[in-house]
């Protein structure tokens, strides 16, 4: 008899374990966020590229790097619904950026990293939105308009640097410099 009781016992326990465990998972259905985007603050404060630069540096003949552009500056007309599907869009635009072939002007390490600092921001910004961060996903949209400036910028400055002549800071200067006698990071 005594054996039923704990066999009738331990049937009820399971049971009611089961039950409890289902009415938890049920309510965690329910308390799901929907997804909330603010505008970014640097989205406002794009900097631009002037015609007569992109002309300069044939930017029009770099084809990936326009519909980069475009696309970054079409991230300010954000639909809440459709953030994951742009986000993964500009996700392959950037990796196809990176993968082509870059213009003389910019083939240069601090052009490429700029550009993977940017592809890291959206990466940053696919993870809030699939978890529905709300408040990190508008922190990371920010840093990503931040980090498109400045990528801009530096390619600005690049260009500017790339029209100063050599002969002006003594590059093309004979160096008559004698290594063994004198070395150069010596003290004598």
């Not at 007309?77 to 635009?93: C, D, H, V």
């Not at 029209?163 to 008559?176: E, H």
Request: charged share 25%; aromatic share 12%.
């Amino acid at each position: 008899m005594l054996r039923y009781f704990f066999l009738g016992l331990m049937i009820i326990c399971l049971f009611s374990c089961k039950e409890k465990t289902s009415a938890i998972q049920q309510t965690n259905y329910i308390t799901k966020k929907k997804l909330t985007i603010d505008a970014p603050n640097y989205a406002t404060q794009l900097t631009k590229l002037t015609p007569n630069f992109v002309k300069e540096n044939n930017i029009n003949q770099w084809i990936q790097f326009k519909k980069f552009k475009d696309s970054m500056e079409d991230i300010k007309e954000l639909n809440p619904a459709g953030i994951m599907t742009f986000i993964s869009e500009l996700y392959k635009t950037t990796s196809s950026l990176l993968k082509s072939s870059f213009p003389e002007e910019f083939n240069k390490p601090a052009i490429y990293s700029r550009i993977k600092v940017v592809q890291t921001q959206i990466i940053k910004c696919h993870y809030y939105a699939t978890n529905k961060q709300n408040e990190k996903l508008n922190q990371s949209l920010d840093k990503l308009y931040l980090e498109y400036n400045i990528l801009l910028n530096r390619m600005i400055s690049m260009a500017d640097e790339n029209k100063i002549p050599l002969d002006s800071i003594g590059v093309g200067k004979t160096n008559f410099q004698d290594s063994k006698r004198n070395p150069a990071f010596s003290r004598k």
